[in-house]
């Protein structure tokens, strides 16, 4: 099965486009955890721990999760990274993995990441930065069954510095994304970046490329707002996106397995409602 | 001590502009690892032992080593690392230790990956992507004693596909070294990725960005000329430049260890030739 394929599977049979990023920040960890009873790793492996009680809350509610491979590597967590993911692919399986690590490098170091993120952590797809050209994402794009994500328009303030930058007046995200989705992307497996935080770039990129899916950050934490993203965004089948949220959805409540829930199925009923209606 | 000074005391003390790049690909390690009396840990740790191997050699020939994490990250190798970087500064410690890591994130996850770099690894300096713009090289920046190295124009094929495109008739990868070296640097500890296989590029770097250090990839295997990338890109003092070498010093006569000192002694001889020139 190719990753277009994949993920249609995904968002059809979960009946979502919710990806849930699973950005364990050590100090914000759930008080209660250690009395967790789900979570007897919890001392030992806190990470785990805490993405257990994420999967378990979502496993019906998730597209996809997305594990921010930065806040493993700084604490020597890996080992956690890696048992995470197997969790997901038992309680969640229809669900994609998608290993954020907006890796950028060329030749054999890119194929030394590229096995970094497909076979050792055995994700779906990973985030990309397309900075230094092709020959850094061709390797992610010889599999056609795993993912390449490129940035694009990303959500942060910064963004603005070079992506938008004007070039023969079309912004530089838009000659990133003409290009990708042009000339590389010949197994239908490649998606952008696109920040929720800029709907009016969104709807160029949408218009521009029909046929590519987007991964979406920016929703609540980032103050990007989920209707105007959905209008911009959606594809002429209401699909065509996945929204990630994280701080929201797993601190919501302090982290409490209920609130977790909830804040996963609201988001994805908001998401649903509106690809219900007509699509302009 | 500033990141600044410390570069400067690296190069002065070991009278070498050399940076040796610790790319161990585990299917070209040295046939004779394994029989090496200093290798007693080469089965369990091959990349570990290969670098030693390689610190050995060139101890008094380097002033920096630049170990790339894809090659330990994609084995789960991370603890060799470790010990790598721990070998280098008992053996070589007057050298910097440079994590090319290539990373770009945001807010509190390029914060982690800092601590990545800095603390679980203990890096003098890490290689970052510019893409996301400002907040996500900040947290690079805020220690005076650490060094940012951010891509500017890279040594690859596919560096032309964005780097070089016009923005108001100047390169991307010049803006990108125009408000980097402007805006973002004000702990003096921000140094550019130029290739050597683009010394006009370099000579015009060179000239806009006087004070600015350039770490540089592309000599010998991807064919960069020494001669002309000195002479584009050596500043004022005949500094300025941390030139890496790679596959041609650590696969020298098949990695033997004669013929990886010689290799590393003769790049620097070679370079400190020119240096000895007066400058343009």
Known sequence: MTFAERLARAQQSTDSLL????DPDPLKLP???LADSHARFAGAAPLYAFNRRIVDATADTAAAYKPQIAFYSALGAEDQLVESIRYIRERAPAALVILDAKRSDIGNTAEAYAREAFDRYGADAVTLNPYMGEDSIRPFLVRPDRGAILLCRTSNPGAKDFQDLLVDGLP???????????HWNQHGNLMLVVGATYPREMAELRRAHPEVSFLVPGIGAQGGDLEATLA???????????????RNIIYAGGGAPAA???AA?????????QRAKPQA
């Not at 911009?232 to 994280?246: C, K, T, Y």
């Open 265 to 273: 199925t609201e988001l994805r009923t908001a998401i649903n409602r």
């Open 232 to 246: 911009a965004g959606l594809d002429a089948r209401g699909a065509g996106l996945l929204i990630n949220s994280s």
């Open 19 to 22: 990806c849930v990023g699973l």
């Open 31 to 33: 008080k209660d955890l």
């Open 172 to 182: 530089l995200y838009a000659r990133v994304a003409q290009r990708a989705a042009g």
């Open 260 to 262: 977790i829930r909830e």
